[in-house]
Each structure stands twice: as C-alpha cells, then as structure tokens.
C-alpha cells in the first residue's frame, strides 16, 4: 500500500505507538487500594497513620471504597474495631456509628498520568507572604518547600505560583494541620542560652569568656555600654547578640543566641547519633547536628562562668540551651558543667512523643526543616479547598458522557454531510487518534521529569472536549477543499486548507497563552491542552489525514 511509504502517515503511526506504549500502564496494569487520607485529632487508633494501607476491617477484605464503608455498616459508637494496615495489626475506637474517626481514598498504582486533585481528590492550600516579597523571595520560597517535601518523603505533593506572590500547594492527602506545621513553617532555628543575672543595688554582670560587662537596671529598662534597652529589644557585646526577655526587682532574665539555621553545617542520622527509645510510657526521640566553629567558640564563652548545680549525683549549668522553632521552643537542654568554657560543636535536639509514628514523624519533621532552612518570608494560609474523591469522580463522569454526547453527534454530522463511510470514519479515527496523543504527550512529560510534568486536572480534560469540536472543524474544513472544491489544481487546494487551519491555529495559541503565563490557575489547564492539541493536530494529525483522504479517493 502507497499509503505506508508517505512520511505523513507513518508519523502519526509511529506517535500512536509512542503514546500507546506510556498510556499501556495505565489501562492493563492499573492497580488499587484503599489508604487513609487524613486522621481526626480526636481519632482514637493505634498503627494508623496518613497513608496507611487498609486491608481488612473486622475480618472484612478491603478492595474498594464500598468494602470499605460496607464493613462500618453495623459499628458502633465506643465499638473496638480490629483492622490489618499496611500487613500489621491495627485497631480503633469507633468516634462514632459507622466512624472510625479517619478518611480514606482509593490509590492506584503509579502512570505516566498525573492527575489533579479535583479528579484524585485531596487538599488544595493558598498561602501569601505575611509581608511584602519579590519574585525572587517566591521562588526561593518554592525551591525551600520542594527541598522539605523531598527530605520528608512526601511524594504527592504539587506546587505552584498564581499570579505574582501566591502559592498554590496541591496534596492528594494529609489537611491543614500538616501544611500549617510543616511546610508553611518558616523554619527560623535558634540556640540560645538563658541566663540569669543578679542584681545588687540595680546592676548585675555578664561574663564573655573573661571579660565582665556590667548592667545596670531602670524603671523596666536595662543600660549596657551606655545604651538603653528595653524590654524585648536586643544587643551586642563583642559578637554575641543577647535579648532581653524578662525582669524583676533583684533579676533580669537575657537570652544569649548561640547559633540559627545557618550555622547548622551537617544533620546526624545514623544510629550512634540518632535514635528514638521507648521511656516514661512513650517515646523519646534524639538526633545530633554540628555547628560552624563560630558558634562553638560562642558557646564557650557564654558558658565559661556560668554557676552550676546539682540534679541528682550529676552537676549542671544553671543555665539550659533552648532550642527554638519559629519562636517557639522545641526543647530545653541542660548543660553539663564540665562542658562550661568549652567548644561544643554537636548539641543534640530532643523531644517526646505518645507514640512511635508521632515521634519519627516529628523527628523527620524538625530534620527536614533543618536540611532545607528556613523560608525566606513568612507565609499565612488564605485558602483551603477539600474535594472529595467521589466528588471528583462524578465530575469525571459528568464529562465523559459530554464526550461521548459529542463524538455521537458530530459523527452524525459528518456521515450526513458526506454521506461516505470512506470519509467519516477515518475523520472519526483521526480525532480519536488526536486524543491518544494529547494524552501520550501528557504522559511523556512525566515520564521525563519523574512525575513532575503536565497534571490533568477537569479543566484539561474540558480543553480535550474542546479539541474534538476544533479538530473535527479543521477535518471538515481539510475534506471540503480537497474533495468539493476541484476548480483548482490539488496544490492550490492543500494550500488553502493550510493557510485557514494555520490563521486558526495561530489565533487560539495566541488568545490562550495570556491564561497559562498570567497566573489564571483554573484555566491553565485548559490553555494548556487546547495548545497542545492544536499543535499536535497541525503538526501530525492534519498532515496524515489529507494523506489518507488523497489515497482514499485516489487523487493525485
């Protein structure tokens, strides 16, 4: 057949093969389970957690959604409900009839295809500066957020920009909570060492390895070197900044800053460093980090004087090193005396949970943060959207039938018109072959970049819709010229139907791509595909379809 050495056709042959070989995962090797998608605070369940696998409730396999709610069917409130997660035992105290107190949804195995949450169903967060940021800071913010989501070990995750300073982040599970403690945190780490200062007739002192510098305290205020301070304001001596906390008649309370984020050079995670150990009815986990020389030497000389006591048979310094977050404190570490003057560069981090999962997750939390550093601004959340994946699955459906409304009608269309099955069907065949395409297109992006690439969310399955009508346009406009309009020379035929499918074209890449550049985010999708298609047809599909016709009714 002629038709098989036309480099027109065999692209379009060799770009089904492509698509179809990236989209065959996900039609024959689909696979699903049930997962917890977010956990109620008052949830009362052991060995559950965001995630988990759920495989059997009350005895009851767990295959499906519908599984899943028809083994609740006859709990009750208070009832203990044994269940088998992620291959252990779990179980949970009901919240409520038919409750559990978590969330599911259905997961299926890894594609090429990515889609959005409005499909999958999940959490969709909007969170804006508190302050005044450049595009550089939005950037820089975004690359923070990726880094944490990579160190933490969460995979379903999708960030974004929407116009010029919000940020849109996209998870298929977890909520609010998670977002707020974790990836909006700002992550500003601080060291510091509290110290109390006596005072005698309103002045006190302050030791700096051996230097002595006195404070003299008024009216709430405090005057070091001459200056005036007042109360949570802060100030230098030699190269050690100190924040003036609290006070009272005979006391004044500073906060020596020993070291921040920064001055954090390496994260312990190996086992002499790191551990997490059952004690005191939960679980204590620990890790160890290194600071720069710098802060080393400021420790020694905050500690070289301080007093120190007894707790136990074991001696401290009255003086603890406090560990905060974002301003709030994570731990508080005593001080052995015998370190008092000396260079410690591993202080190690501390903390306490109920339980195990609780404490590896704050652990890999607090260690993540520290990996990435901290957020160049700080950031608020604006917005919180939950969509359901039933939800999202009706939507789905709602625009299939839309489809298959269409296909149905615009091949009654052209068979009427034409009144030529050698005609329709290889017009039908060509805008079918359109969509596998698109939709290999999608797939190889994310195949290239490791499932960051092109996310098809309702909007772009809306622009495919639009495809179909456009390409069978375009089809119609390619048949008449070459078929109806025989006045003119073959050549000059071709040449029309290009030139208007070409003046098309160009008018709807130029109208759609102000809606994927200028943050319009709900219609971006749409853009986007509609682009695609639009290239993919004047490209492959139109080339191979005049092709066709031409062998088709023989014209040379």
């Not at 302050?206 to 006195?214: A, C, E, H, M, P």
Request: charged content about 25%.
């Amino acid at each position: 057949m002629k038709i098989l050495k036309d480099w027109r056709f065999l692209i379009l042959v060799l770009s089904l093969f492509v698509s179809s070989y990236l989209l065959l995962p996900e039609i024959a090797f689909k696979q699903s389970k049930v997962v917890v998608n977010s956990i109620d605070k008052d949830a009362s369940c052991n060995n559950i957690k965001v995630g988990s696998s759920i495989q059997q409730i009350s005895g009851f396999k767990i295959k499906s959604s519908e599984d899943f709610y028809e083994s609740l069917k006859y709990v009750k409130k208070g009832d203990y409900v044994s269940i088998v997660a992620d291959n252990k035992p779990a179980n949970c105290i009901a919240k409520d009839d038919k409750n559990l107190g978590f969330s599911i949804r259905v997961a299926e195995s890894e594609g090429n295809l990515k889609f959005g949450i409005d499909i999958e169903g999940g959490s969709r967060f909007l969170l804006q500066p508190k302050t005044n940021a450049t595009k550089e800071n939005i950037l820089e913010t975004i690359s923070t957020l990726e880094n944490r989501i990579n160190l933490y070990g969460l995979r379903e995750i999708r960030i974004s920009t929407i116009g010029e300073n919000v940020i849109q982040i996209e998870m298929a599970g977890g909520g609010e909570e998670e977002i707020r403690d974790f990836l909006a945190k700002q992550g500003k780490f601080e060291g510091k060492i509290l110290e109390e200062i006596l005072l005698e007739n309103n002045e006190g002192k302050i030791s700096l390895g051996d230097n002595y510098y006195t404070i003299k305290y008024e009216n709430e205020s405090i005057f070091v070197n001459g200056s005036k301070y007042k109360l949570n304001e802060s100030f230098y001596l030699e190269n050690v900044k100190f924040d003036f906390i609290n006070s009272t008649e005979k006391r004044v309370f500073v906060l020596a800053n020993i070291f921040s984020g920064k001055d954090i050079v390496a994260i312990f995670t190996d086992p002499q460093h790191s551990y997490i150990r059952f004690i005191n009815n939960g679980y204590e986990f620990a890790f160890t980090i290194q600071i720069s020389k710098e802060s080393a030497e400021k420790f020694a000389k905050v500690t070289k004087n301080l007093p120190s006591t007894f707790s136990g048979s074991d001696r401290y310094l009255t003086s603890p090193l406090i560990l905060f977050l974002d301003e709030e404190v994570v731990t508080q570490l005593n001080i052995a005396a015998d370190l008092a003057g000396k260079e410690v560069s591993t202080p190690t981090i501390q903390g306490f949970r109920n339980t195990r999962d609780e404490a590896l997750k704050e652990k890999l939390r607090l260690q993540s943060i520290l990996r990435s550093g901290s957020l160049p601004v700080e950031l608020s959340i604006v917005k919180v959207d939950v969509i359901t994946q039933t939800a999202g699955k009706e939507l789905v459906n709602s625009i299939i039938y839309v489809a298959i409304a269409a296909i149905i009608s615009v091949s009654s269309i052209i068979f009427i018109r034409y009144r030529d099955f050698k005609v329709s069907i290889p017009m039908l065949l060509i805008s079918f072959s359109e969509i596998v395409i698109i939709l290999g297109f999608a797939a190889l992006t994310n195949a290239l970049t490791k499932g960051k690439g092109w996310v098809l969310d309702i909007a772009a399955i809306a622009g495919l819709i639009a495809i179909i009508g456009t390409g069978i346009n375009q089809l119609i406009i390619i048949t008449d010229q070459i078929l109806l309009e025989k006045d003119s020379s073959l050549k000059f035929r071709h040449k029309t139907a290009l030139s208007i499918i070409l003046n098309s074209a160009y008018t709807v890449i130029v109208v759609m791509l102000p809606l994927i550049f200028m943050g319009v985010g709900t219609l971006r999708g749409f853009a986007i595909t509609t682009i695609v298609g639009v290239l993919i047809g004047i490209l492959i599909t139109r080339p191979a379809y005049i092709s066709i016709i031409e062998k088709i009714k023989k014209l040379e």
